[in-house]
């Protein structure tokens, strides 16, 4: 089939167009990177330099496509609210448009579960669960309201998919774990609440499973919302020492009061917003949350409805990333 897939130059579309390739699919690779570009090109997938927020090279990108896998995002923990509405939302319209003119047969849209985060202890939390009254940051706002815009498509017949998946990691994984690694060897791993926190992770390749299981599924998933992660929930602390075990580093951690650290985290960003400088504080209040507080979701959906078997567990995939870290650096 003709797939397009935006946000192919960052960590889960690369994975997820490389995939489709060796699937036998015409992959079109849209994205903004042109380092990252080159190198899906150079495995011979087609490659589409493209800003979601210009709407006539989005919407001209979906034409002839048969499926479309809507990666491309704003994801960071820091940023103008301009920025991640622009790409969030602007973007996901331009990429609606563009299929609903198209005539694409269906969209698989990647959403976040950081839309449920309020700053609270949740478990094992499904698709149907409330949302806050307040989005916990600019990030879950924009994709909340993309997912809006998502719904109200499908409604006028759109065909699509929404997945939700949470903490991806792996190999080529440039967010998470060196964020761990880097305040590791600072000595400054915030540890809030002793890494008690549960938390869910998603190793990039069942994500991509997920995402291509989307792709398959019959009719009756069209509209459907899905939380992915590996279904191993598990206290952020175990994960911490079995990395840094596998890494053979220590790791040097700073044991945080949930209370003290929140307030520290608004401090911190005070002083960013009158300095102007655009950059992102040591601690924000949204990574305190993200560190000190539990959130697991219910995978059940997905196992049921979509088929969803995660094949590589957290510590396999940890072992995986450990070695591949190990040969970008030798």
Same mark, same amino acid.
């Given at each position: 089939?003709?797939?397009?897939?935006?946000?192919?130059?960052?960590?889960?579309?690369?994975?997820?167009?490389?995939?489709?390739?060796?699937?036998?699919?015409?992959?079109?690779?849209?994205?903004?990177?042109?380092?990252?570009?080159?190198?899906?090109?150079?495995?011979?997938?087609?490659?589409? /330099?493209?800003?979601?927020?210009?709407?006539?090279?989005?919407?001209?990108?979906?034409?002839?496509?048969?499926?479309?896998?809507?990666?491309?995002?704003?994801?960071?923990?820091?940023?103008?609210?301009?920025?991640?509405?622009?790409?969030?939302?602007?973007?996901?319209?331009?990429?609606?448009?563009?299929?609903?003119?198209?005539?694409?047969?269906?969209?698989?849209?990647?959403?976040?579960?950081?839309?449920?985060?309020?700053?609270?202890?949740?478990?094992?939390?499904?698709?149907?669960?409330?949302?806050?009254?307040?989005?916990?940051?600019?990030?879950?706002?924009?994709?909340?309201?993309?997912?809006?815009?998502?719904?109200?498509?499908?409604?006028?017949?759109?065909?699509?998919?929404?997945?939700?998946?949470?903490?991806?990691?792996? /190999?080529?994984?440039?967010?998470?774990? /060196?964020?761990?690694?880097?305040?590791?060897?600072?000595?400054?791993?915030?540890?809030?609440?002793?890494?008690?926190?549960?938390?869910?992770?998603?190793?990039?390749?069942?994500?991509?499973?997920?995402?291509?299981?989307?792709?398959?599924?019959?009719?009756?998933?069209?509209?459907?919302?899905?939380?992915?992660?590996?279904?191993?929930?598990? /206290?952020?602390?175990?994960?911490?020492?079995y990395l840094f075990e596998r890494l053979g580093e220590p790791l040097r951690s700073r044991k945080l009061p949930y209370r003290a650290a929140y307030a520290l985290a608004g401090l911190l960003e005070a002083a960013a917003k009158l300095s102007g400088s655009g950059k992102e504080p040591l601690l924000t209040r949204y990574s305190v949350g993200l560190?000190?507080?539990?959130?697991?979701?219910?995978?059940?959906?997905?196992?049921?409805?979509?088929?969803?078997?995660p094949q590589v567990t957290v510590k396999e995939g940890i072992d995986a990333y450990a070695a591949w870290y190990r040969r970008q650096h030798d």
């Amino acid at each position: 089939m003709k797939v397009l897939v935006t946000g192919a130059t960052g960590f889960l579309g690369k994975h997820l167009a490389v995939a489709l390739h060796k699937l036998g699919h015409e992959v079109t690779a849209a994205g903004r990177n042109a380092q990252a570009g080159a190198e899906l090109a150079a495995q011979g997938i087609a490659f589409l /330099p493209c800003r979601l927020e210009d709407t006539a090279q989005t919407v001209r990108s979906c034409f002839g496509q048969d499926i479309v896998f809507h990666c491309g995002a704003l994801s960071s923990l820091w940023g103008s609210y301009n920025d991640f509405y622009e790409s969030n939302v602007t973007g996901t319209r331009n990429v609606i448009k563009g299929c609903t003119e198209g005539g694409v047969q269906r969209l698989i849209y990647v959403s976040t579960p950081s839309i449920y985060f309020d700053y609270t202890d949740r478990l094992s939390i499904a698709e149907s669960a409330r949302l806050p009254r307040r989005a916990a940051n600019a990030y879950a706002e924009t994709k909340r309201l993309a997912e809006q815009d998502i719904d109200a498509a499908f409604r006028l017949g759109l065909a699509v998919v929404t997945v939700r998946p949470r903490a991806i990691f792996g /190999p080529g994984d440039r967010a998470i774990v /060196p964020r761990l690694i880097e305040a590791s060897r600072q000595g400054k791993l915030p540890l809030i609440r002793g890494g008690r926190a549960v938390l869910d992770l998603t190793y990039v390749d069942n994500a991509v499973q997920a995402l291509l299981l989307c792709m398959t599924a019959p009719s009756s998933v069209l509209g459907r919302k899905y939380n992915v992660t590996n279904g191993e929930p598990q /206290p952020f602390i175990e994960v911490l020492n079995y990395l840094f075990e596998r890494l053979g580093e220590p790791l040097r951690s700073r044991k945080l009061p949930y209370r003290a650290a929140y307030a520290l985290a608004g401090l911190l960003e005070a002083a960013a917003k009158l300095s102007g400088s655009g950059k992102e504080p040591l601690l924000t209040r949204y990574s305190v949350g993200l560190l000190g507080r539990s959130q697991t979701l219910d995978i059940t959906a997905a196992r049921e409805e979509l088929g969803y078997r995660p094949q590589v567990t957290v510590k396999e995939g940890i072992d995986a990333y450990a070695a591949w870290y190990r040969r970008q650096h030798d």
